[in-house]
Protein backbone atom coordinates (compact mmCIF):
# COMPACT_ATOMS: atom_id res chain seq x y z
CA UNK A 1 0.00 0.00 0.00
CA UNK A 2 3.06 2.08 0.96
CA UNK A 3 4.22 1.90 -2.42
CA UNK A 4 1.20 2.82 -4.54
CA UNK A 5 1.16 6.16 -2.50
CA UNK A 6 4.61 6.60 -3.49
CA UNK A 7 3.40 6.03 -6.97
CA UNK A 8 4.39 8.80 -9.05
CA UNK A 9 0.90 8.69 -11.46
CA UNK A 10 -1.01 8.23 -8.17
CA UNK A 11 0.95 11.14 -7.12
CA UNK A 12 -0.45 13.30 -10.03
CA UNK A 13 -3.47 11.51 -9.92
CA UNK A 14 -4.22 12.99 -5.98
CA UNK A 15 -2.90 16.10 -7.16
CA UNK A 16 -5.54 16.31 -9.92
CA UNK A 17 -8.32 15.03 -7.11
CA UNK A 18 -7.37 18.14 -4.53
CA UNK A 19 -7.12 20.81 -7.65
CA UNK A 20 -10.72 19.88 -8.72
CA UNK A 21 -12.14 19.86 -5.14
CA UNK A 22 -10.31 23.68 -4.94
CA UNK A 23 -11.42 24.13 -8.20
CA UNK A 24 -15.15 23.55 -6.80
CA UNK A 25 -14.68 26.25 -4.31
CA UNK A 26 -15.55 29.57 -6.77
CA UNK A 27 -17.97 27.20 -8.33
CA UNK A 28 -20.19 27.20 -5.22
CA UNK A 29 -19.17 31.20 -4.61
CA UNK A 30 -20.71 31.49 -8.35
CA UNK A 31 -24.00 29.40 -6.76
CA UNK A 32 -24.03 31.18 -3.70
CA UNK A 33 -24.28 34.32 -5.81
CA UNK A 34 -26.98 33.09 -8.25
CA UNK A 35 -29.14 32.51 -5.18
CA UNK A 36 -28.86 35.76 -3.81
CA UNK A 37 -29.41 37.84 -7.37
CA UNK A 38 -32.80 35.40 -7.07
CA UNK A 39 -33.17 36.81 -3.47
CA UNK A 40 -32.84 39.90 -4.38
CA UNK A 41 -34.92 39.61 -7.36
CA UNK A 42 -38.05 38.37 -5.08
CA UNK A 43 -37.41 41.01 -2.74
CA UNK A 44 -38.02 43.57 -5.57
CA UNK A 45 -41.23 41.50 -6.49
CA UNK A 46 -42.70 42.27 -3.02
CA UNK A 47 -41.57 45.50 -2.96
CA UNK A 48 -43.52 46.04 -6.35
CA UNK A 49 -46.38 44.32 -4.66
CA UNK A 50 -46.53 46.45 -1.83
CA UNK A 51 -46.57 49.55 -3.14
CA UNK A 52 -49.54 48.34 -6.08
CA UNK A 53 -51.17 45.14 -5.45
CA UNK A 54 -50.59 41.96 -4.96
CA UNK A 55 -52.08 38.53 -5.88
CA UNK A 56 -56.07 38.82 -6.15
CA UNK A 57 -59.01 36.62 -5.13
CA UNK A 58 -62.51 37.45 -5.70
CA UNK A 59 -65.27 36.08 -3.35
CA UNK A 60 -68.72 37.04 -4.45
CA UNK A 61 -71.34 38.85 -5.38
CA UNK A 62 -72.78 37.71 -2.10
CA UNK A 63 -75.96 39.45 -1.06
CA UNK A 64 -76.28 40.12 3.01
CA UNK A 65 -79.29 40.22 4.84
CA UNK A 66 -79.18 41.55 8.81
CA UNK A 67 -82.64 41.32 10.22
CA UNK A 68 -84.13 41.56 13.77
CA UNK A 69 -85.54 37.89 15.25
CA UNK A 70 -87.28 37.55 18.67
CA UNK A 71 -85.47 34.62 21.19
CA UNK A 72 -86.28 33.60 24.25
CA UNK A 73 -83.46 34.78 27.52
CA UNK A 74 -84.55 33.65 31.21
CA UNK A 75 -88.08 32.73 29.38
CA UNK A 76 -88.25 36.83 28.03
CA UNK A 77 -88.72 37.78 25.03
CA UNK A 78 -85.55 39.65 23.82
CA UNK A 79 -84.88 41.00 20.45
CA UNK A 80 -81.20 39.78 18.69
CA UNK A 81 -79.81 40.94 15.26
CA UNK A 82 -79.42 37.70 13.16
CA UNK A 83 -77.84 37.66 9.06
CA UNK A 84 -78.05 35.56 6.46
CA UNK A 85 -76.11 35.03 3.34
CA UNK A 86 -77.50 34.48 -0.19
CA UNK A 87 -75.37 33.43 -2.58
CA UNK A 88 -76.26 33.08 -6.41
CA UNK A 89 -77.95 30.20 -7.89
CA UNK A 90 -75.79 30.84 -11.78
CA UNK A 91 -72.54 32.52 -11.49
CA UNK A 92 -70.86 33.82 -14.47
CA UNK A 93 -67.28 34.75 -14.21
CA UNK A 94 -65.55 36.19 -17.14
CA UNK A 95 -61.72 38.06 -16.85
CA UNK A 96 -59.86 39.21 -19.18
CA UNK A 97 -56.11 39.75 -18.40
CA UNK A 98 -53.96 42.28 -20.01
CA UNK A 99 -50.12 41.92 -18.54
CA UNK A 100 -47.75 44.32 -18.56
CA UNK A 101 -44.17 44.51 -16.46
CA UNK A 102 -42.83 46.91 -13.60
CA UNK A 103 -39.12 47.27 -13.78
CA UNK A 104 -37.09 48.77 -10.65
CA UNK A 105 -33.45 48.95 -11.94
CA UNK A 106 -32.97 45.33 -13.97
CA UNK A 107 -35.75 43.55 -11.62
CA UNK A 108 -38.92 43.26 -13.01
CA UNK A 109 -42.34 41.85 -11.84
CA UNK A 110 -44.99 40.77 -13.91
CA UNK A 111 -48.96 42.39 -13.29
CA UNK A 112 -51.99 42.34 -15.13
CA UNK A 113 -55.12 44.18 -15.83
CA UNK A 114 -58.12 42.20 -15.96
CA UNK A 115 -61.74 43.59 -17.32
CA UNK A 116 -63.79 41.50 -15.08
CA UNK A 117 -67.39 40.10 -15.71
CA UNK A 118 -69.56 38.76 -12.97
CA UNK A 119 -72.80 37.50 -13.93
CA UNK A 120 -75.91 35.75 -12.52
CA UNK A 121 -78.97 35.12 -10.47
CA UNK A 122 -79.89 34.85 -7.09
CA UNK A 123 -82.96 33.18 -5.91
CA UNK A 124 -84.84 35.58 -2.78
CA UNK A 125 -87.72 34.29 -2.26
CA UNK A 126 -86.09 33.11 1.33
CA UNK A 127 -86.96 36.61 2.15
CA UNK A 128 -90.27 36.51 1.62
CA UNK A 129 -90.73 34.68 5.52
CA UNK A 130 -89.01 38.34 6.59
CA UNK A 131 -91.70 40.99 7.41
CA UNK A 132 -90.00 44.84 6.01
CA UNK A 133 -89.78 45.56 9.88
CA UNK A 134 -87.41 42.53 10.69
CA UNK A 135 -85.39 43.22 7.74
CA UNK A 136 -82.41 45.91 8.96
CA UNK A 137 -80.13 46.12 5.92
CA UNK A 138 -79.43 44.30 2.13
CA UNK A 139 -76.55 44.36 0.74
CA UNK A 140 -74.67 42.77 -2.24
CA UNK A 141 -70.70 42.60 -1.59
CA UNK A 142 -67.81 41.32 -3.31
CA UNK A 143 -64.98 40.94 -1.69
CA UNK A 144 -61.00 40.79 -3.30
CA UNK A 145 -58.01 40.04 -1.57
CA UNK A 146 -56.46 43.98 -2.65
CA UNK A 147 -58.52 46.29 -2.97
CA UNK A 148 -55.94 48.56 -4.00
CA UNK A 149 -56.57 46.73 -7.33
CA UNK A 150 -59.81 48.24 -7.73
CA UNK A 151 -58.94 50.57 -10.61
CA UNK A 152 -61.73 51.31 -12.30
CA UNK A 153 -65.89 50.54 -11.21
CA UNK A 154 -67.66 50.25 -14.76
CA UNK A 155 -71.62 49.08 -14.80
CA UNK A 156 -72.63 47.42 -11.98
CA UNK A 157 -76.74 46.53 -12.10
CA UNK A 158 -79.28 44.41 -10.08
CA UNK A 159 -82.55 43.77 -11.52
CA UNK A 160 -82.00 46.09 -14.14
CA UNK A 161 -81.17 48.67 -11.55
CA UNK A 162 -77.90 50.88 -11.53
CA UNK A 163 -76.26 49.96 -7.98
CA UNK A 164 -74.36 52.83 -6.07
CA UNK A 165 -71.34 51.09 -5.11
CA UNK A 166 -69.34 52.15 -1.45
CA UNK A 167 -65.62 50.81 -0.63
CA UNK A 168 -65.87 47.80 1.92
CA UNK A 169 -67.94 44.94 3.10
CA UNK A 170 -67.98 45.45 6.57
CA UNK A 171 -67.33 41.98 7.15
CA UNK A 172 -64.06 41.49 9.05
CA UNK A 173 -63.18 38.11 7.72
CA UNK A 174 -63.65 38.99 4.10
CA UNK A 175 -63.05 43.40 4.33
CA UNK A 176 -61.82 44.51 1.43
CA UNK A 177 -63.95 44.84 -1.73
CA UNK A 178 -67.12 47.07 -2.26
CA UNK A 179 -70.64 46.29 -1.26
CA UNK A 180 -73.76 48.09 -2.15
CA UNK A 181 -77.23 48.61 -0.36
CA UNK A 182 -80.38 47.45 -1.77
CA UNK A 183 -83.77 48.10 -0.89
CA UNK A 184 -85.86 45.17 -1.51
CA UNK A 185 -88.88 46.52 -1.54
CA UNK A 186 -88.55 47.22 -5.71
CA UNK A 187 -87.24 43.55 -6.00
CA UNK A 188 -89.35 40.54 -7.18
CA UNK A 189 -88.86 38.03 -5.02
CA UNK A 190 -90.94 35.44 -6.70
CA UNK A 191 -88.40 35.73 -9.60
CA UNK A 192 -84.76 35.24 -10.27
CA UNK A 193 -82.90 38.22 -9.59
CA UNK A 194 -80.34 38.87 -12.11
CA UNK A 195 -77.00 40.60 -11.72
CA UNK A 196 -74.34 42.16 -13.87
CA UNK A 197 -71.20 43.49 -12.46
CA UNK A 198 -68.26 44.59 -14.40
CA UNK A 199 -64.86 46.52 -12.88
CA UNK A 200 -61.20 46.50 -13.71
CA UNK A 201 -59.30 44.82 -11.39
CA UNK A 202 -55.20 44.97 -11.25
CA UNK A 203 -53.13 42.18 -9.56
CA UNK A 204 -49.44 40.71 -9.17
CA UNK A 205 -48.93 37.07 -10.60
CA UNK A 206 -52.17 35.30 -9.75
CA UNK A 207 -56.34 35.77 -10.14
CA UNK A 208 -58.03 33.28 -8.61
CA UNK A 209 -61.98 33.18 -8.01
CA UNK A 210 -64.45 31.62 -5.49
CA UNK A 211 -66.78 29.22 -7.32
CA UNK A 212 -70.07 30.79 -5.11
CA UNK A 213 -72.61 29.83 -7.33
CA UNK A 214 -74.97 26.45 -7.08
CA UNK A 215 -73.71 26.22 -11.04
CA UNK A 216 -70.07 28.23 -11.39
CA UNK A 217 -69.01 29.04 -15.01
CA UNK A 218 -65.20 30.49 -14.86
CA UNK A 219 -63.82 31.86 -18.16
CA UNK A 220 -59.87 33.45 -17.93
CA UNK A 221 -58.30 34.45 -21.60
CA UNK A 222 -54.84 36.43 -21.86
CA UNK A 223 -52.26 37.09 -24.71
CA UNK A 224 -49.78 36.03 -21.96
CA UNK A 225 -48.76 32.80 -23.45
CA UNK A 226 -47.18 31.19 -20.31
CA UNK A 227 -50.18 30.55 -17.71
CA UNK A 228 -49.81 28.43 -14.72
CA UNK A 229 -53.48 26.75 -14.06
CA UNK A 230 -53.83 27.21 -9.87
CA UNK A 231 -56.61 26.25 -6.77
CA UNK A 232 -58.47 23.49 -6.24
CA UNK A 233 -59.61 22.33 -9.75
CA UNK A 234 -58.13 22.48 -13.25
CA UNK A 235 -59.97 23.76 -16.01
CA UNK A 236 -62.43 21.20 -17.96
CA UNK A 237 -60.87 22.83 -21.24
CA UNK A 238 -57.74 25.15 -22.04
CA UNK A 239 -55.87 26.45 -25.09
CA UNK A 240 -52.65 27.92 -24.71
CA UNK A 241 -50.89 29.15 -27.70
CA UNK A 242 -48.27 31.63 -28.87
CA UNK A 243 -50.56 34.14 -28.78
CA UNK A 244 -52.01 33.54 -25.40
CA UNK A 245 -54.08 31.01 -23.70
CA UNK A 246 -57.81 30.75 -22.83
CA UNK A 247 -59.36 28.23 -20.11
CA UNK A 248 -62.75 27.61 -18.58
CA UNK A 249 -63.78 25.83 -15.96
CA UNK A 250 -66.66 24.44 -13.95
CA UNK A 251 -67.90 23.76 -10.65
CA UNK A 252 -71.13 23.10 -8.74
CA UNK A 253 -71.99 23.55 -4.82
CA UNK A 254 -72.34 19.95 -3.80
CA UNK A 255 -68.97 19.86 -5.20
CA UNK A 256 -67.51 22.80 -3.76
CA UNK A 257 -69.42 22.78 -0.38
CA UNK A 258 -68.57 26.47 -0.83
CA UNK A 259 -72.05 27.49 1.21
CA UNK A 260 -70.74 26.70 4.46
CA UNK A 261 -67.16 27.46 4.17
CA UNK A 262 -68.34 31.00 3.09
CA UNK A 263 -70.96 30.64 6.12
CA UNK A 264 -68.13 29.80 8.61
CA UNK A 265 -65.89 32.43 7.57
CA UNK A 266 -68.24 35.18 7.58
CA UNK A 267 -69.96 33.98 10.92
CA UNK A 268 -67.61 32.39 13.23
CA UNK A 269 -64.52 33.96 11.47
CA UNK A 270 -63.63 29.91 10.77
CA UNK A 271 -62.86 28.00 7.73
CA UNK A 272 -61.37 31.16 5.89
CA UNK A 273 -57.87 29.32 5.27
CA UNK A 274 -60.41 26.47 3.96
CA UNK A 275 -62.44 29.19 1.52
CA UNK A 276 -59.15 30.73 0.31
CA UNK A 277 -57.83 26.98 -0.89
CA UNK A 278 -61.08 25.94 -2.48
CA UNK A 279 -60.29 28.61 -5.55
CA UNK A 280 -59.82 28.52 -9.40
CA UNK A 281 -57.57 30.60 -11.59
CA UNK A 282 -54.69 31.64 -13.02
CA UNK A 283 -51.05 32.28 -12.32
CA UNK A 284 -49.06 34.24 -15.01
CA UNK A 285 -45.89 32.87 -14.33
CA UNK A 286 -42.47 33.59 -16.11
CA UNK A 287 -40.95 30.42 -18.01
CA UNK A 288 -38.16 29.17 -16.79
CA UNK A 289 -35.73 32.28 -15.40
CA UNK A 290 -32.42 32.95 -16.17
CA UNK A 291 -31.81 32.98 -12.26
CA UNK A 292 -33.38 28.93 -12.77
CA UNK A 293 -31.60 27.63 -15.72
CA UNK A 294 -28.01 29.19 -14.37
CA UNK A 295 -28.80 27.56 -10.71
CA UNK A 296 -28.95 24.75 -12.92
CA UNK A 297 -26.32 25.18 -15.26
CA UNK A 298 -23.95 25.27 -11.99
CA UNK A 299 -25.58 22.01 -10.71
CA UNK A 300 -23.38 20.49 -13.78
CA UNK A 301 -19.90 22.60 -13.33
CA UNK A 302 -18.47 19.62 -11.36
CA UNK A 303 -19.22 17.09 -14.59
CA UNK A 304 -17.53 19.62 -17.09
CA UNK A 305 -14.42 20.18 -14.76
CA UNK A 306 -13.64 16.51 -14.13
CA UNK A 307 -14.42 15.74 -18.01
CA UNK A 308 -11.68 18.83 -18.67
CA UNK A 309 -9.10 17.31 -16.06
CA UNK A 310 -9.59 13.89 -17.15
CA UNK A 311 -8.46 15.01 -21.10
CA UNK A 312 -5.60 16.66 -19.62
CA UNK A 313 -4.76 13.87 -17.47
CA UNK A 314 -5.21 11.07 -20.28
CA UNK A 315 -3.17 13.58 -22.41
CA UNK A 316 -0.04 13.02 -20.17
CA UNK A 317 -0.52 8.96 -19.76
CA UNK A 318 -0.83 8.71 -23.86
CA UNK A 319 1.39 11.65 -24.95
CA UNK A 320 3.68 12.19 -22.10
CA UNK A 321 3.17 15.68 -22.05
CA UNK A 322 2.93 17.20 -18.82
CA UNK A 323 0.61 19.39 -17.63
CA UNK A 324 1.69 21.67 -14.52
CA UNK A 325 -0.53 21.64 -11.47
CA UNK A 326 -0.49 25.32 -12.22
CA UNK A 327 -2.24 24.96 -15.17
CA UNK A 328 -4.53 22.51 -14.00
CA UNK A 329 -5.91 25.24 -11.88
CA UNK A 330 -5.57 28.04 -14.45
CA UNK A 331 -7.96 25.97 -16.65
CA UNK A 332 -10.22 24.52 -13.44
CA UNK A 333 -10.99 28.85 -12.84
CA UNK A 334 -11.57 29.31 -16.56
CA UNK A 335 -14.58 27.03 -16.49
CA UNK A 336 -15.83 28.78 -13.13
CA UNK A 337 -15.62 31.95 -14.44
CA UNK A 338 -18.10 30.83 -17.47
CA UNK A 339 -20.83 30.63 -14.74
CA UNK A 340 -19.94 34.11 -13.64
CA UNK A 341 -20.13 35.37 -17.10
CA UNK A 342 -23.20 33.81 -17.90
CA UNK A 343 -25.20 35.18 -14.88
CA UNK A 344 -24.02 38.36 -15.44
CA UNK A 345 -24.81 38.64 -18.85
CA UNK A 346 -27.73 36.70 -18.34
CA UNK A 347 -29.52 39.74 -15.91
CA UNK A 348 -29.29 42.11 -18.91
CA UNK A 349 -29.49 40.05 -22.91
CA UNK A 350 -31.20 36.91 -21.71
CA UNK A 351 -30.30 33.52 -20.46
CA UNK A 352 -29.89 31.79 -24.40
CA UNK A 353 -27.67 34.64 -25.68
CA UNK A 354 -25.77 35.17 -22.88
CA UNK A 355 -25.20 31.08 -22.45
CA UNK A 356 -23.78 31.64 -26.28
CA UNK A 357 -21.31 34.63 -25.11
CA UNK A 358 -20.27 33.14 -21.94
CA UNK A 359 -19.72 29.14 -23.59
CA UNK A 360 -17.25 31.29 -27.23
CA UNK A 361 -15.65 33.33 -24.25
CA UNK A 362 -14.72 30.79 -22.42
CA UNK A 363 -13.81 28.21 -25.11
CA UNK A 364 -11.59 30.90 -27.16
CA UNK A 365 -9.50 31.70 -23.57
CA UNK A 366 -9.20 27.81 -22.65
CA UNK A 367 -8.38 26.82 -26.61
CA UNK A 368 -5.58 29.93 -26.84
CA UNK A 369 -3.75 28.93 -23.46
CA UNK A 370 -4.41 25.10 -24.39
CA UNK A 371 -2.38 25.87 -27.90
CA UNK A 372 0.35 27.18 -25.61
CA UNK A 373 0.55 24.59 -22.99
CA UNK A 374 0.76 22.00 -25.82
CA UNK A 375 2.33 24.34 -28.87
CA UNK A 376 0.29 23.10 -31.29
CA UNK A 377 -2.79 25.20 -32.53
CA UNK A 378 -4.64 22.07 -34.16
CA UNK A 379 -4.38 20.60 -30.65
CA UNK A 380 -5.66 23.57 -29.35
CA UNK A 381 -8.19 23.87 -31.66
CA UNK A 382 -9.48 19.97 -31.37
CA UNK A 383 -9.86 21.02 -27.55
CA UNK A 384 -12.00 24.10 -28.20
CA UNK A 385 -14.24 21.80 -30.44
CA UNK A 386 -15.17 19.19 -27.91
CA UNK A 387 -15.54 22.17 -25.15
CA UNK A 388 -17.90 23.76 -27.43
CA UNK A 389 -19.61 20.24 -27.85
CA UNK A 390 -19.73 19.69 -23.75
CA UNK A 391 -20.71 23.74 -23.52
CA UNK A 392 -23.29 22.10 -26.15
CA UNK A 393 -24.75 19.09 -24.44
CA UNK A 394 -25.14 20.93 -21.24
CA UNK A 395 -27.67 23.97 -23.04
CA UNK A 396 -29.91 20.91 -24.35
CA UNK A 397 -30.15 19.48 -20.74
CA UNK A 398 -30.87 22.51 -19.73
CA UNK A 399 -33.76 23.08 -21.76
CA UNK A 400 -34.92 19.39 -21.51
CA UNK A 401 -36.45 19.75 -17.90
CA UNK A 402 -38.49 17.22 -17.99
CA UNK A 403 -35.30 14.44 -19.55
CA UNK A 404 -32.98 16.65 -17.51
CA UNK A 405 -32.08 13.60 -15.24
CA UNK A 406 -32.10 11.24 -17.68
CA UNK A 407 -29.58 12.88 -20.28
CA UNK A 408 -27.24 13.85 -17.48
CA UNK A 409 -27.35 10.24 -16.33
CA UNK A 410 -26.50 8.68 -19.77
CA UNK A 411 -23.69 11.43 -20.60
CA UNK A 412 -22.29 10.74 -16.92
CA UNK A 413 -22.31 6.94 -18.18
CA UNK A 414 -21.18 7.42 -21.84
CA UNK A 415 -18.12 9.43 -20.52
CA UNK A 416 -17.13 6.90 -17.55
CA UNK A 417 -17.62 4.05 -20.43
CA UNK A 418 -15.07 6.02 -22.84
CA UNK A 419 -12.79 6.35 -20.02
CA UNK A 420 -12.65 2.76 -19.12
CA UNK A 421 -12.14 1.30 -22.58
CA UNK A 422 -9.52 4.00 -23.49
CA UNK A 423 -7.78 2.96 -20.20
CA UNK A 424 -8.30 -0.66 -20.14
CA UNK A 425 -4.90 -1.73 -22.12
CA UNK A 426 -3.06 0.71 -19.31
CA UNK A 427 -0.84 -1.18 -17.23
CA UNK A 428 -0.65 1.51 -14.36
CA UNK A 429 2.59 -0.61 -12.41
CA UNK A 430 4.46 -0.67 -15.77
CA UNK A 431 3.93 2.43 -16.21
CA UNK A 432 5.11 3.76 -13.07
CA UNK A 433 7.91 1.48 -13.14
CA UNK A 434 9.33 2.97 -16.23
CA UNK A 435 9.37 6.45 -15.10
CA UNK A 436 11.32 5.59 -12.22
CA UNK A 437 13.65 3.60 -14.77
CA UNK A 438 14.15 6.43 -16.66
CA UNK A 439 14.73 8.69 -13.89
CA UNK A 440 17.93 6.45 -12.77
CA UNK A 441 18.77 6.17 -16.32
CA UNK A 442 19.06 9.94 -16.35
CA UNK A 443 21.06 9.91 -12.76
CA UNK A 444 23.01 7.37 -14.29
CA UNK A 445 24.44 10.00 -17.01
CA UNK A 446 25.18 12.72 -14.85
CA UNK A 447 28.81 13.46 -14.45
CA UNK A 448 31.45 12.17 -11.21
CA UNK A 449 30.42 13.86 -8.20
CA UNK A 450 27.18 15.17 -9.40
CA UNK A 451 23.56 13.68 -8.45
CA UNK A 452 20.66 14.06 -9.98
CA UNK A 453 17.99 15.42 -7.21
CA UNK A 454 15.76 12.41 -5.87
CA UNK A 455 12.27 13.57 -7.14
CA UNK A 456 9.24 10.81 -7.18
CA UNK A 457 6.81 13.36 -8.59
CA UNK A 458 6.43 14.43 -11.96
CA UNK A 459 7.38 18.31 -11.14
CA UNK A 460 10.95 17.27 -12.23
CA UNK A 461 9.47 15.90 -15.83
CA UNK A 462 9.95 19.90 -17.06
CA UNK A 463 13.07 20.37 -16.34
CA UNK A 464 13.49 17.06 -18.98
CA UNK A 465 10.13 18.14 -21.52
CA UNK A 466 11.44 19.89 -25.09
CA UNK A 467 8.23 21.20 -25.36
CA UNK A 468 8.01 23.01 -22.15
CA UNK A 469 11.32 24.16 -20.71
CA UNK A 470 14.97 25.28 -22.45
CA UNK A 471 17.03 22.42 -22.75
CA UNK A 472 20.28 22.55 -20.70
CA UNK A 473 22.24 22.24 -24.29
CA UNK A 474 21.38 25.34 -25.67
CA UNK A 475 21.60 28.66 -24.35
CA UNK A 476 18.95 30.43 -22.77
CA UNK A 477 17.17 33.25 -24.65
Request: with cysteine; hydrophobic share 45%.
Amino acid sequence: MKNIFEHPLMSKFACVIVLFFLVLIPVSMVKSLIQDRDKLQQNVIQEIAASSSGAQQIVGPIIRVLYSDTTEVDGKPQQVMRQRLILPNDYDVNAKLSSFEKYRGIYHARLYNAQTSLQGTFDLSALTDLSHDQIKGVALIVSVKDSRGLLRLDQMTLAGHNLTVYPGTSIDTLSQGFYSPIDVRYLNLSAPVRFDLNFLLQGMGELKVAPIGKMTEVTMSSEWPHPSFIGDSLPISSKIQDSGFTAQWSSNHLSSNIGSLIDACVTRGAACDALAKRQMGVALIEPVDHYLKSYRAVNYAALVIMMVFASFFLLEIFQARPVHPVQYGFVGLALALFYLVLISFSEHIGFNLAYSVSALASTALLSIYVSGILKNRKHGALFAAGLLALYGMLFGLLQAESYALLMGTTLCFAVLSVLMILTRDVDWYAYGAKRSSNEEATAAQQPDGETQPKVDDWFASYERNPILSTSKDEPSK
